[in-house]
């Protein structure tokens, strides 16, 4: 499976970008996670080949994850962007388990798209 994200950017807070990730093939379990400078990756969001999502605390009602199962594509919208935001993302794919956000899940990994909201 080869994932690849694009779409990262510098944005003010407050501004929006749109992450894609392209796969080789989709699995039942697709997320994104995130990594800051310094800190270990964070799960950000999950969605399930029947559309189940979750988010994590720090995004709801901020972030959307979605796919478009016919182009074996993976999205995430980021509105309200703000500096805790700053990292990069991943894209991310599992093979088996319960899907959920704990990044040993899965077996997948994009390269990453770097994302930088500035104050």
């Known amino acids: 499976v080869t994932l690849v994200e694009s779409g990262g950017g510098s944005v003010q807070a407050g501004g929006s970008l749109r992450l894609s990730c392209a796969a080789s093939v989709y699995t039942y379990c697709m997320a994104w996670f995130r990594q800051a400078p310094g800190k270990g990756r964070e799960g950000v969001a999950y969605?399930?080949?029947?559309?189940?999502?979750i988010y994590t605390d720090s995004v709801k009602g901020r972030f959307t994850i979605s796919q478009d199962n016919a182009k074996n594509t993976l999205y995430l919208q980021m509105n309200s962007l703000k500096p805790g935001d700053t990292g990069m993302y991943y894209c991310a794919a599992a093979r088996r388990g319960y899907c959920n956000l704990d990044w040993a899940l899965y077996n997948y990994w994009g390269q990453g798209t770097q994302v930088t909201v500035s104050s």
């Open positions: 969605i399930t080949e029947y559309g189940t999502t």
